[in-house]
T-cell receptor
Framework: GAVVSQHPSWVICKSGTSVKIECRSL??????MFWYRQFPKQSLMLMAT?????????EQGVEKDKFLINHASLTLSTLTVTSAHPEDSSFYIC???????????????FGPGTRLTVL | GENVEQHPSTLSVQEGDSAVIKCTYS??????FPWYKQELGKRPQLIID?????GEKKDQRIAVTLNKTAKHFSLHITETQPEDSAVYFC????????????FGGGTRVLVKP
């Protein structure tokens, strides 16, 4: 199966600082990447969808200026949590999908997640 | 948009027994329904999926059924083992939505030896 990596796997930062999380597809070209947030004992909530070379599409209620997403290449997308606060502490997971064939569904491959703790 | 409800939220079964998790969805355009298993602190792993042109699919001890008319689908795990203990998520997506997955709330399954 396809491999997706995330870096860092965990990060602790002070309130007010910015944190960048990287999501890489290691053995395929990811035309689309998805960013999710998962609070403890809760489900995955989609934050945004990013397509290579274009602006990300954010889900309702997700602040674009706070969660900056860049998908500059077919193998890398980054999520930057700006001016992080304790309520941003969560498990952030990306997933990547290859070129979608017409009329079919391409499986999303999930990264291992990044646990963010904001003090 | 799509809304997926999942029940039960927790499920405790004796090793060897069967476990059933049910999900309902709201968008009749949804046509792909994956199930994921997530262990604590790990990534979700796809365990089985089904498309709307199929009513049932089986892979060894796991099976999924789909009722398009009623807009519900279920995961069945037979002969449960302790390693089946995890959180299971159902999801749904209409292909026209760019494969955006909407997840159910999750079911925490505990298999007691």
């Amino acid at each position: 199966g396809a491999v997706v990596s995330q870096h860092p796997s965990w990060v602790i930062c002070k309130s007010g600082t910015s944190v960048k999380i990287e999501c890489r597809s290691l053995d395929f070209q990811a035309t689309t990447m998805f960013w999710y947030r998962q609070f403890p004992k809760q489900s995955l909530m989609l934050m945004a969808t990013s397509n290579e070379g274009s602006k990300a599409t954010y889900e309702q209620g997700v602040e674009k200026d706070k969660f900056l997403i860049n998908h500059a290449s077919l193998t890398l997308s980054t999520l930057t949590v700006t001016s992080a606060h304790p309520e941003d502490s969560s498990f952030y997971i990306c997933s990547a999908r290859g070129m979608q064939l017409r009329g079919s569904y391409n499986e999303q491959f999930f990264g291992p997640g990044t646990r963010l703790t904001v003090l | 948009g799509e809304n997926v409800e999942q029940h039960p939220s927790t499920l405790s079964v004796q090793e060897g027994d069967s476990a059933v998790i049910k999900c309902t969805y709201s968008d009749s355009a949804s046509n792909y329904f994956p199930w994921y298993k997530q262990e604590l602190g790990k990534r979700p792993q796809l365990i089985i999926d089904i498309r709307s042109n199929v009513g049932e699919k089986k892979d060894q001890r796991i099976a999924v059924t789909l009722n398009k008319t009623a807009k519900h689908f279920s995961l069945h795990i037979t002969e449960t083992q302790p390693e089946d203990s995890a959180v299971y998520f159902c999801a749904a997506t209409p292909e026209a939505a760019g494969n955006k997955l909407t997840f159910g709330g999750g079911t925490r399954v505990l298999v007691k030896p």
